[in-house]
């Protein structure tokens, strides 16, 4: 191999692996770099149970942060109570897909409600 050639297929390879760190290694922070700062003080953290404080701390936490995001995304309130965080998750993530004449309500029907 020539020299002008080992030197392009270096830089081929530096730019794939810089455009693979680019595209492919998700984002740390959510939509508009907002995610609470309690939410990631949880990250990495295990659990016992569902009635650790520490988790019900992370729940507590996780649940303000969608509810504020689902609120400013589609201006729909929710409860804090209500739901499960992770259930507020994908309830988010149902609202970003669902067609534009389609009531949130209908949405919300298929999750159990937590006191």
Same mark, same amino acid.
């Given at each position: 191999?020539?020299?002008? +050639?080992?030197?392009? $297929? &270096?830089?081929?390879? #530096? ?9 492919? /290694? ?6 508009? @770099?907002?995610?609470?700062?309690? /939410?990631? &003080? *949880? ?22 942060? $969608? ?7 589609? @201006?729909? /309130?929710? +409860?804090?109570? #209500? ?11 149902? %609202?970003? %897909? ?7 309500? +209908? %949405? ?5 409600? *937590?006191?």
């Amino acid at each position: 191999m020539r020299m002008a +050639d080992k030197h392009f $297929v &270096s830089m081929i390879s #530096t730019l794939l692996i810089v455009l693979w760190f680019v595209c492919i /290694v998700p984002p740390s922070q959510g939509k508009d @770099g907002q995610v609470s700062s309690e /939410v990631l &003080s *949880h990250a990495g953290k295990s659990y016992r149970s569902v009635e650790d404080p520490a988790y019900i701390s992370y729940e507590e936490a996780l649940r303000a942060c $969608v509810i504020e995001r689902i609120k400013k995304e589609f @201006g729909v /309130v929710l +409860d804090l109570k #209500t739901y499960s965080g992770f259930d507020l998750l994908e309830i988010e993530a149902f %609202f970003k %897909f669902k067609k534009a004449g389609e009531p949130f309500e +209908d %949405f919300l029907k298929g999750f159990p409600k *937590h006191r």
